[in-house]
Every structure is written in structure tokens, then in C-alpha cells.
């Protein structure tokens, strides 16, 4: 692989029930970052991790929790997922410390709560 | 409190003119901006980017403005071609420890017709 994976591409899900997307990245980079997109919001932090261990709360955490055992992976966990999750859901990743460098976006993932 | 507006929904140019998108801010503590592109159904890439001791950054087709006094960016695309029809974030970020993080706009879509 190459870059920042995201999976699964798309996923259909009722309301309460239990997802983890994963984003996994081969860049060696230290800090990963979760974002849902949503029309006419932009992008929104929910979650970021500046290295492995440690994880931080965005804009918008709630009914959200990530875990960040290594450097590579970046899972994020709707424990009971509601419909206004509903949203396209994008992970990145950038190299720290470093001056300004830009953050690499995976190909997101569309949740759909039912 | 939206820290990084782009006031402008959608934008339609004509193939070879000018496209201008804006993108204004309130927290004068951001000191780097960057320009992210998006496709559909793909993840934001990083476009161009300029910190707040140039007033210009230039890339090819790209060229990027900044008035600190003003808290305004913009980003000038010339030509513009039908390639370029896309949605275009800009984003911000701190000093210090807030280097980490960046703050998007709620995107403009570039429509450009040949």
C-alpha cells in the first residue's frame, strides 16, 4: 500500500449499532487526524493523535472515540451510532515536527445511519 | 464560530479566464494557510500554501495572496481549465503547539466550463 487507506469505502448502518473505521498509513508519520465532512460545514476535526499512544479531542468528539496503539493505524469508533453521523468521514496523516507540512488525506469513507 | 470563511458556495469561470476564490479568517493568531483541491468521491489534496511572512506564494497555473491586515486569502488560478472543476478548501492553522492542526473553510466549487 501506498499512502492513507481507509475502510470500508462505504457502509450502511442502523442506528445503535457498534463501527470502527480504520485508516492505516505507511508514511511513518507521527500525527493522524480524523475529519467528517459535511455539506456546507467543510471539514471538522474529530479526533487527533500527534504519536503513537496519545490521542486528542477536535471540534467535534462526541459519540466518538479513537485508539492509537502504533504508528501506522488510526482506528475511530461510533460505539452507538445515530443519524446525525451520517457524514464522509476523512483520515490524515502529516510528518511532525515539521515547519507547516501538509496533512495527506485518505479517500474517506461514507456513513450512512439509519 | 466559524474561524475560516469562504463566503462563496460555488463559482463558475469560463475555460482560459481567471478563477478567484476567497477565503477570509478571524483568528489572528493563524500564521500559515494552505489550499487544499477536492474530487468527488476522493480525498482533499494539498494544493498550495503560504505563510503569514510572504504576502505571495506562486505555483505554476496557482498563485496564493494574503492581507494579514485584512485576514483575507485568495487563491488565483490562471488559466482556469475544465480539470480544475472541483471543490477547494482553504485551511489555517496556529503558532506553537497549534502547528498541528488545521483549521478548513467550508469550501467554494469550481465549476469551470469550456
Known amino acids: 500500500i501506498a499512502g492513507i487507506t481507509q475502510a470500508p469505502t462505504s457502509q450502511i448502518l442502523a442506528a445503535g449499532r457498534r463501527m470502527t473505521l480504520r485508516c492505516t498509513q505507511d508514511?511513518?508519520?507521527?500525527?493522524m487526524y480524523w475529519y467528517r465532512q459535511d455539506l456546507g460545514l467543510g471539514l471538522r476535526l474529530i479526533h487527533y493523535?500527534?504519536?503513537?499512544?496519545?490521542?486528542g479531542k477536535g471540534e467535534v468528539p462526541d459519540g466518538y472515540s479513537v485508539s492509537r496503539a502504533n504508528t501506522d493505524d488510526f482506528p475511530l469508533t461510533l460505539a452507538s451510532a445515530v443519524p446525525s453521523q451520517t457524514s464522509v468521514y476523512f483520515c490524515?496523516?502529516?510528518?511532525?515536527?515539521?515547519?507547516?507540512?501538509?496533512?495527506?488525506f485518505g479517500p474517506g469513507t461514507r456513513l450512512t445511519v439509519l | 464560530d466559524q474561524q475560516v470563511k469562504q463566503n462563496s458556495p460555488s463559482l463558475s469561470v469560463q475555460e482560459g479566464r481567471i478563477s478567484i476564490l476567497n477565503c477570509d479568517y478571524t483568528?489572528?493568531?493563524?500564521?500559515?494557510f494552505l489550499w487544499y483541491k477536492k474530487y468527488p468521491a476522493e480525498g482533499p489534496t494539498f494544493l498550495i500554501s503560504?505563510?503569514?511572512?510572504?504576502d505571495k506564494n506562486e505555483d505554476g497555473r496557482f498563485t496564493v495572496f494574503l492581507n494579514k491586515s485584512a485576514k483575507h486569502l485568495s487563491l488565483h488560478i490562471v488559466p482556469s481549465q475544465p480539470g480544475d472543476s472541483a471543490v477547494y478548501f482553504c485551511?489555517?492553522?496556529?503558532?506553537?503547539?497549534?502547528?498541528?492542526?488545521?483549521?478548513f473553510g467550508t469550501g467554494t466549487l469550481l465549476a469551470v466550463q469550456p
Open positions: 493523535s500527534n504519536t503513537a499512544g496519545t490521542t
Open positions: 490524515a496523516s502529516k510528518t511532525l515536527p515539521g515547519a507547516h507540512n501538509e496533512q495527506f
Open positions: 503560504i505563510s503569514s511572512i510572504k
Open positions: 508514511m511513518r508519520h507521527n500525527a
Open positions: 485551511a489555517a492553522s496556529g503558532q506553537g503547539g497549534a502547528t498541528n492542526k488545521l483549521i
Open positions: 483568528n489572528s493568531m493563524f500564521d500559515y
